[in-house]
């Protein structure tokens, strides 16, 4: 689809993150992969304490961590994005504020 609307072939060997570029859409997916990803956080928090899948988001593996500069986990990143727009973890349960949340997440590249 983006080959078309570019009037790229497949055999012009263009990479696709040049063409979303090019369509301006690299921003738009990065915001929106955010946006999904504050939205499955908060429904994972809304679980039950006991759940898997909240066991997992909370587990916190004994041990080191290599040496040099730390990447960063996931849950860190989701934690700065739900800040920058003034949300607690708390508020997961009010799903109206969450969703209000999570629209200002995707809305900030348009």
């Known amino acids: 689809m983006m080959r078309a609307m570019c009037g790229v072939k497949l055999s012009d060997r ?8 090019m369509l301006g859409l690299v921003d738009l997916l990065d915001q929106l ?3 999904n990803g504050v939205r499955w956080y908060g429904h ?5 304490g006991d759940h898997m899948l909240r ?12 040496r040099g500069r730390l990447k960063m986990m996931w849950t860190k990143q989701v934690e ?18 969450w969703r209000d ?10």
């Open 33 to 35: 992969a955010k946006a």
């Open 14 to 21: 263009r990479r696709t993150e040049d063409l979303r570029g």
């Open 55 to 66: 066991k997992a988001l909370e587990f916190n593996g004994d041990g080191r961590r290599k």
């Open 101 to 110: 949340g999570v629209r200002k997440i995707a809305e900030r590249v348009r």
């Open 80 to 97: 700065g994005e739900i800040q920058t727009v003034g949300l607690r973890r708390e508020d997961a349960h009010n799903r109206a504020k």
């Open 44 to 48: 994972v928090l809304r679980r039950d």
